[in-house]
């Protein structure tokens, strides 16, 4: 299944769900360079290969990809990675309304320099506009000069050596704003196409 904490590979092809960094690095499906699956009736298949250049047969992993085990089990999946960013720089900056914060993170999309992504998680009350620098050491300078200037000085509560990763602080502070109360339950489902009226 797929979760914040809980998450498995599997899920996360089966939902086609992917990070706050959708925008930069594409969706999972783009990733992935072969599969294995096993169909309803039993016959195990494989379709792509383990490198880019021995990629071979039919794209069966892009439709395989978001369908939620309703066409084949995935028992086995090659992706293509990407290194991990030398340097990070997160910024949070609170915001009267939705609209507000949008607005700016449209100007961040636009301008900022070493942008590794933008979020806006909002209440009726406050909405949070969260962005990150990322990149070699020099780029992520050049983004936090960029934003001090127009966003004020990193504040304590940036934390660029938090040691939660930002996707995580992300979905905590959204959780945090859609259900305040403990007893709530915010559920993150994944629904066919042809079950969404």
């Not at 609170?94 to 507000?100: D, N």
């Not at 979020?119 to 969260?130: E, Y």
């Not at 259900?179 to 339950?185: F, H, I, K, Q, S």
């Amino acid at each position: 299944h797929f979760g914040l904490a809980d998450g498995t590979l599997g899920g996360a092809v089966a939902t086609n769900l992917s990070d706050a960094r959708r925008g930069a690095a594409g969706p999972l499906r783009d990733r992935i360079l072969g599969m294995e699956i096993a169909t309803s009736d039993g016959n195990v298949s494989r379709s792509g290969g383990r490198v880019v250049k021995n990629v071979a047969g039919y794209d069966v992993g892009r439709l395989i990809a978001g369908s939620h085990g309703g066409l084949a089990l995935v028992t086995e999946v090659t992706l293509r990675l990407s290194p991990m960013p030398e340097a990070h720089a997160p910024f949070t900056r609170a915001f009267g309304s939705a609209h507000e914060a949008a607005g700016h993170a449209f100007a961040l999309t636009q301008g900022a320099p070493a942008l590794g992504l933008v979020s806006v998680v909002a209440s009726d009350k406050v909405a949070l506009l969260t962005w990150v620098h990322e990149g070699d050491s020099e780029a992520k300078k050049e983004g936090v000069r960029w934003s001090e200037a127009r966003h004020g000085k990193a504040l304590a509560t940036d934390a660029h050596d938090h040691p939660a990763p930002v996707e995580s602080r992300l979905a905590l502070k959204a959780l945090e704003h859609v259900c305040p109360e403990r007893t709530n339950v915010l559920l993150k489902a994944g629904v066919r196409p042809s079950r969404v009226a």
